[in-house]
């Protein structure tokens, strides 16, 4: 499974396919949140409007930037792009986690002490693994850059890939899912992405490791 998420396409959608959900459900805020226009149970999150904003248009560019990224193809061709785009996407991170813990901190949650403490340590984590990330490709240290942002995007990401899971209890309950078991998910799914995304980085480090034909 490794192997196939190691080639890019294959890398590209299964990314897009986990994070299309969050993404799409960001851009609408960042559509409601000047418009007036949210649902009730968003309505709490307003008493921060600027975190709220913030948060949802760095998850916006994070998630669809992240992707694009990755494409070796791009890279190569279009270098330039790829480190504008690529100081966006840090950029994006490092809102997403500031807005994140803002959140965290000035919002009431509903959410169980085990779903907030993985957003703190995760929001903590993926400033560092961004800084650590940027100091690697200063010192064109590609390999190492190349890894510390999948790290980032899997650890930025993580809290979003349950949502394929998520999503449709929404739709058909009508209210956002809570309560401790929906939280276990939650993290399950975030530790599950990061130690997917551990695993791309070892297999691009190491491309033959797995191959029967290795020696
Ligand atoms: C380290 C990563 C992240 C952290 C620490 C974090 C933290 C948070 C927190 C604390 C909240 C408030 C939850 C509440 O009290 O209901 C929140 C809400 C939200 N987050 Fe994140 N988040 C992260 C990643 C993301 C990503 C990647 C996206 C989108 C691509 C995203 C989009 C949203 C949206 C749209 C809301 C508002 C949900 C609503 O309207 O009810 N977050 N986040």
Redo the contacts with the bound molecule.
Sequence with gaps: MVRTFARPIPLVLTLAFC?FI??M??AV?VVQIPLDALPE??LR?TSVPVAFFL??LA??L??VLGPVQFVRALRRRFGTLHRLTGQVFVLAGVG??LS??A??LQ?E???TGLLNAA?GV??VA?IAVLVLGVAAARTHAMLRHRAWMIRAYA???G??TVAPVMFPVYLISGEPPTGLTTDIVVVGMWLLTIAVGESVVRRLAFPNHCSPSAP
């Design positions: 994070t969050p993404v459900m960001a805020r149970d968003s999150l948060h949802a998850g916006v994070f998630g997403l986690a994140g813990l959140l965290l919002v949650s509903i959410a957003r995760f929001g993926l650890i930025g990401m809290s979003g």
